[in-house]
């Protein structure tokens, strides 16, 4: 099946650093890949929506210019967290979107990657 | 606007049955899931609905009502390994993307 492959699993890093996370599609190529963040107690957050070669999208409230979203190719996704603040400090999950074909129904689902827990010191 | 709405907590009995509901308006609608997460882990695909109806997958169950804007996942024969998140999530029609709910944290216990 489709896997996405999230590095790292977890990050500590110095208030002012940047962090950056990777999602690897290994199987498949992942045209779309989405980012989220969870906060302890809470849902998956979008924070933007990338496509291979283009400009990420963001959503309202998710600075771009402190969230950099790469989609260079189609295997391969990266968020950079850029100088990090203790605020930041949080569960991030990137997510490709796939076409799943299961016992004869189709439906077009998603494959997670298994998330990064990110503390900012 | 976007609204996805589901209870925050539930507890139920090893055993029972538990349904749990999501309520949603959102910009067009192109299905609904409903996904399972422990604490630290990825969500896992639990079930799909697009057409109005109850699909049934063993123990889990979803059920959907589009006129509505109405879901809910049915768990039956509860185990204590349930216990978890339950997210439901709506892809509308802007570019494939999933919004979720905030997610219910049920309990299950013996």
């Known amino acids: 099946g489709a896997v996405v492959s999230q590095h790292p699993s977890w990050v500590i890093c110095k208030s002012g650093t940047s962090v950056k996370i990777e999602c690897r599609s290994l199987?498949?190529?992942?045209?779309?890949m989405f980012w989220y963040r969870q906060f302890p107690k809470q849902s998956l957050m979008l924070m933007a929506t990338?496509?291979?070669?283009?400009?990420?999208?963001?959503e309202q409230g998710v600075e771009k210019d402190k969230f950099l979203i790469n989609h260079a190719s189609l295997t391969l996704s990266t968020l950079t967290v850029t100088s990090a603040h203790p605020e930041d400090s949080s569960f991030y999950i990137c997510s490709a979107s796939i076409q799943r074909s299961t016992g004869g129904d189709s439906n077009y689902g998603y494959t997670f990657g298994s998330g990064t827990r990110l503390t900012v010191v | 606007g976007q609204n996805i709405d589901q209870p925050t907590e539930m507890t139920a009995t090893e055993g029972a049955i538990v349904q749990i509901n999501c309520t949603y308006q959102t910009s067009g609608f192109n299905g609904l899931f409903w996904y399972q997460q422990h604490a630290g882990e990825a969500p896992t695909f639990l079930s799909y609905n697009v057409l109005d109806g109850l699909e049934e997958k063993g123990r889990f169950s979803s059920f959907l009502s589009r006129s509505k804007g109405y879901s809910y996942l049915l768990l039956k024969e509860l185990q204590m390994k349930d216990s978890a998140s339950y997210l439901c999530a709506v892809r509308g029609n802007q570019g494939g993307k999933l919004i979720f709910g905030q997610g219910t944290e049920l309990s299950v216990k013996p």
């Open positions: 199987d498949f190529q992942a045209t779309t």
């Open positions: 990338s496509n291979e070669g283009s400009k990420a999208t963001y």
